[in-house]
């Protein structure tokens, strides 16, 4: 046995009739597209159902798939208490998929679950399923802060899952699309929004899986897109076959994306292994764009490198360019692996002899001393992107209103509590979002009085 069927469906409460009270009828073109998907499992008539969702327990670096025998859940928070579920999970496949994943070293199983209550991204597809189809368990599986590659992968040890434990199974991928599609919505309007849209549909349309990595996070952040992870995941499940694939609606009218799409999978097809493809890619391009980097980033590199590897600090390297060893500056050292933030650490003022050595010692302390992440490892290290901040002296200032994020970094101080927050970061767009991250990151209140500086930095990537 193995996956039948996967369905992109997204879950506004207010299309169950008893939470919209009218309003559902504003979405009756997807609540029909909803009612034949319910038909279709039940045609299937799968012995299990797994049901995606970002709203199910979500960790940063970890898949939670819900433990125990079963869940309850009702609609209480919407004003329907009546509309009730009492789900029974089924158990073995949940320990197959969290024992595949832990033999694979996949940050992927039970822990950490309290709240055994069913959230509303796996509800609003079951009250669909439960008016068609009642033969079934539940496999109830969360989201997480991992880059895509890892969504699509555990999408993969699912499907491996399925096979092994013989079920008959579809696979449920609960999103919503854009939430900024018209000024009038709860979230307001922005331009990506209807890009975000426009191109989800098309590539699931085309079932070109290969194209979900090519969203930026930045693009989907701006978007306030709500299920592309959880489409990941599902492409992730039908990976190495051909798939017939039928958008059945897209609706806009609520200022929220709401898109239905049914996926049925063919024969095997070895031009399909998009992960495999995705990250052969990418290496290719991390290799070449670390060999044309200049000797700040170089430097970085080998130092990281060196000291994941043996252990130890480099040792200033033969053959630096003179400004490297002649200059005292603070500097940054950002690591990106897949897109996101792996670690930074930096020093404001210099703090070595010369700026190589605080380049050594910075590229080191954000390999393995950034409290926000576990230490670099390295097979990690062929995946990394790394960038070094090189800060001006800083100059004090009297205002946002004498800051440029695309030019200048911020500094903010409260007696000795300082935050900093370097120049032209994807999503940082206004000096009053630029300010209060910096403050965050320095412990400082809102309310508090604090002192502004400005920097300009040259950045080597």
């Not at 193995?2 to 009739?17: E, G, K, Q, R, T």
């Not at 950490?112 to 209550?117: C, L, M, N, V």
């Not at 000024?183 to 990506?192: D, K, L, R, T, V």
């Not at 252990?311 to 500056?329: Q, V, Y």
């Amino acid at each position: 046995m193995s996956l039948m069927a996967a369905f992109m469906v997204p879950h506004p409460p207010m299309i169950v009739p008893a939470v919209g009270r009218g309003s559902e009828a504003q979405v009756e073109e997807t609540a029909r597209a909803y009612e034949q998907v319910a038909e279709e499992i039940a045609a299937l008539k799968p012995e299990t159902i797994l049901i995606t969702s970002p709203h199910s327990v979500m960790y940063t670096d970890y898949f939670h798939i819900s433990p125990g025998r079963g869940a309850k859940g009702s609609f209480a928070d919407f004003r329907a208490p009546q509309i009730r579920f009492d789900e029974v999970y089924d158990e073995e496949l949940v320990d197959r998929i969290s024992v595949l994943c832990a033999m694979e070293e996949f940050p992927a199983g039970t822990l950490g679950e309290r709240d055994r209550k069913l959230d509303h991204g796996t509800m609003v597809p079951l009250w669909f399923i439960r008016q068609k189809y009642s033969g079934f368990k539940l496999v109830r599986i969360g989201l997480s802060g991992l880059p895509l590659a890892d969504h699509y992968r555990f999408g993969m040890l699912i499907k491996k899952s399925i096979e092994e434990a013989g079920r008959k199974a579809v696979l449920v991928a609960s999103g919503d699309l854009s939430h900024k599609l018209q000024s009038y919505g709860p979230y307001g309007f922005a331009p990506e929004g209807p890009r975000y849209d426009e191109r989800i549909m098309d590539v699931c349309g085309r079932t070109a899986f290969d194209e979900l990595f090519d969203f930026d996070e930045t693009f989907c952040e701006k978007a306030a897109e709500c299920g592309h992870r959880s489409f990941v995941i599902m492409a992730g499940a039908l990976d190495g076959l051909s798939v017939r694939a039928k958008v059945l609606s897209h609706q806009d009218v609520t200022g929220v994306g709401y898109g239905i799409c049914t996926f049925y999978p063919g024969e095997a097809d070895g031009s399909r292994h998009f992960l495999d493809q995705y990250l052969g890619k990418m290496e290719k391009e991390l290799t070449e764009k670390a060999e044309k980097s200049d000797p700040y980033v170089k430097l970085a590199r080998q130092s990281l490198e060196f000291y994941v590897k043996n252990g130890s600090t480099l040792p200033l390297p033969d053959g630096l360019p003179a400004e490297m060893l002649e200059t005292r500056a603070g500097a940054f050292v950002s690591v990106h692996k897949h897109g996101k933030l792996r670690g930074c650490i930096g020093t404001i003022a210099p703090t070595a002899r010369n700026v190589a050595q605080e380049i050594i010692r910075n590229a080191v302390s954000a390999a393995v001393h950034d409290p926000r992440f576990d230490p670099i490892t390295e097979d990690e290290l062929k995946w990394l992107e790394i960038s070094v901040d090189v800060l001006g002296k800083p100059e004090r200032i009297s205002s946002e209103d004498e800051l440029d994020v695309k030019r200048y970094g911020v500094i903010v101080s409260c007696g000795n509590r300082r935050g900093l927050l370097l120049p032209d970061l994807d999503g940082v767009d206004t000096p009053e979002q630029q300010v209060s991250i910096a403050m965050q990151k320095g412990g400082i209140r809102k309310g508090e009085r604090y002192t502004l500086e400005r920097f300009e930095v040259i950045r080597h990537t």
